[in-house]
């Protein structure tokens, strides 16, 4: 009920916010969304005080930090770029989030396994989630610039947002391997999970090696940052329902 509430009365501010950023009232549609992304903040530390536990734990928990991140990052992009556009689909995407999750409620129990107990369980899923939501604001940005035909330092300072993302994705994958060896035994094990986190972080690294070698090729830049966001989503959502990740040691929610 407390969820509804939170996310009838977000979804009112941030239609709000992009409805002004589209007529030119852009400081009051900022205002908007930075006064929805404020109440998110709030309801996400209300649950944590509440089930006794960092809400990071199932995928539906997730969504709603990549829902408090995007439209931040939106905002910083919106600044960096000057273009509104990238700030209205960045608040639109996570306006999806949310609604997903209300037709999906996660079940919010305090029990969390022995190997979430961990020092390495927030520092490690924060950090994905953010990077996960950099990239999607870049996929955004970029977005915007193939249809914009934008100049060439705005894909410039989409690669520094990149560079950013790889850089926290690295810091994850060097986390998530001390953690699994501490709790399990191994650095590495090829799970479902850990390989196409592998695989999502070289396509990042592939961009930036090509960016840095071909960097008047611009365009064909941005379409592979739109496209290369689809190894994300599988990373963070399709992996799971895989049948080799049956026995996966990343699905915490049995």
């Known amino acids: 009920m407390i969820y509804t509430l939170c996310v009838i009365t ?11 950023l589209l007529v030119q009232r852009q400081k009051v549609g900022v205002g908007m969304i930075a006064l929805g992304l404020v109440l998110l903040g709030s309801y996400i530390a209300y649950l944590w005080i509440v089930i006794g536990r960092p809400p990071m734990r199932s995928i539906g928990e997730t969504r709603l930090w990549y829902s408090l991140f995007l439209p931040l990052i939106g905002m ?8 509104k556009w990238v700030l209205v689909y960045g608040t639109a995407v996570s306006l999806v989030f949310l609604g997903i999750n209300a037709f999906k409620p996660s079940n919010f129990d305090a029990a969390l396994m022995p190997a979430l107990q961990s020092p390495f369980f927030i520092p490690h899923v924060l950090i994905y989630i953010f990077a996960y939501a950099l990239l999607a604001g870049a996929a955004i940005a970029a977005a915007v610039y193939i249809r914009n035909g934008a100049a060439l330092d705005d894909l410039t300072a989409i690669d520094r947002v ?3 993302a790889t850089a926290m994705l690295t810091v994850g994958m060097i986390l998530g391997a001390v953690w699994a060896k501490i ?3 191994h650095y590495w094990t090829f799970d479902p999970k850990e390989s196409w986190a592998l695989i999502s ?10 960016r840095m070698n071909h960097p008047t090729r611009t365009r064909e830049a941005a379409f592979y940052l739109v496209f290369a966001i689809l190894f994300v989503l599988i990373c963070w959502f399709g992996v799971n329902i895989l049948p080799a990740a049956r026995g996966s040691m990343h699905i915490y929610t049995r």
């Open 201 to 210: 972080w070289l396509v990042y690294i592939v961009y930036l090696h090509v």
């Open 162 to 164: 990149v560079i950013i």
């Open 10 to 20: 977000i979804a009112s501010l941030w239609a709000a916010g992009v409805v002004l």
């Open 183 to 185: 709790a399990w035994g």
């Open 76 to 83: 910083l992009l919106f600044v960096m770029l000057k273009n």
